[in-house]
C-alpha cells in the first residue's frame, strides 16, 4: 500500500494556527491590533472565539 494519492486541482489545507496553538494565535493578533495591520487580522477565529467567550461569560452568571 503506497501514499493515497491527491487531487492537484484541489489544494491542501495545513492547520491554521488557531487550531494547533491558540495562545501564540491570540499574541500574534493582539500584535496586528496594536500595529493597525487590520488586514492581516484573522476575523473569522476572532469572530469565533470572542462569541465562545460570550455564552461561557453568560453561564457563569
Given at each position: 500500500m503506497g501514499v493515497p494519492e491527491t487531487n492537484p486541482k484541489i489544494?491542501?489545507?495545513?492547520?491554521?494556527?488557531?487550531e494547533t496553538d491558540?495562545?501564540?494565535?491570540?499574541q500574534e493578533q493582539v500584535t496586528l491590533l496594536r500595529n493597525e495591520q487590520w488586514s492581516q487580522i484573522d476575523l473569522q477565529n476572532s469572530k469565533r472565539s470572542t462569541s465562545s467567550f460570550r455564552v461561557k461569560s453568560m453561564i457563569s452568571f
Open positions: 489544494p491542501m489545507l495545513s492547520p491554521s494556527l488557531y491558540f495562545y501564540a494565535w491570540t
